[in-house]
């Protein structure tokens, strides 16, 4: 379907066929916008990690081929790390990231409810299937090295801690 075009003259009201012809024109739109453009829920996949009784919040928005995700884990009763944490992709990525390469999307927010404190990293496309929220951790051969969330990493997990994460990619 082709845009359609209207104009109005000043002072004038349109009339309901001008006004139907917005509707007529979503269609053009949703063509190269996607027709997503609400946020919408949806239950992440782990690796590496049980979320118990564990509160899971996601959502995502995609437009045309960006999406844009999030989600908010905060700590229950029976969650287990066993390994570096990973988090499904709303919408499968492009494999442009590369294996290895590991491109910055987003960023990642570690909150340690009691004592206290934050900590902050990033986002990185791990595969088409999964992002991986990771810390800088400069304690590595004095150099500033990037280090999955995992047992112990960056703090001693508890019930009501919580990780947040955004991030932004291209889908297939």
Request: hydrophobic share 35%.
């Given at each position: 379907?082709?845009?359609?075009?209207?104009?109005?003259?000043?002072?004038?009201?349109?009339?309901?066929?001008?006004?139907?012809?917005?509707?007529?024109?979503?269609?053009?739109?949703?063509?190269?916008?996607?027709?997503?453009?609400?946020?919408?829920?949806?239950?992440?996949?782990?690796?590496?990690?049980?979320?118990?009784?564990?509160?899971?919040?996601?959502?995502?928005?995609?437009?045309?081929?960006?999406?844009?995700a999030s989600a908010v884990v905060t700590l229950g009763a029976g969650f287990s790390f066993s390994g570096s944490l990973r988090i499904s992709n709303p919408v499968s990525a492009i494999s442009d990231y590369g294996v290895g390469q590991y491109g910055s999307a987003g960023y990642l927010r570690v909150r340690d409810v009691s004592p206290g404190g934050s900590y902050w990293g990033v986002v990185r496309i791990a595969d088409s299937t999964y992002a991986a929220p990771s810390l800088y951790n400069t304690a590595v051969a004095n150099y500033t090295a990037l280090q999955s969330l995992s047992t112990g990493v960056p703090i001693t997990w508890a019930n009501t801690d919580y990780f947040a994460l955004e991030w932004e990619y291209e889908a297939v």
């Open positions: 379907m082709a845009y359609q075009q209207w104009s109005v003259v000043y002072g004038e009201q349109p009339s309901a066929s001008k006004w139907n012809i917005l509707g007529t024109n979503d269609a053009h739109f949703y063509s190269f916008l996607g027709d997503n453009e609400a946020w919408q829920s949806y239950t992440p996949s782990f690796q590496n990690f049980t979320a118990g009784a564990s509160t899971v919040e996601a959502k995502y928005i995609q437009i045309g081929k960006t999406v844009r």
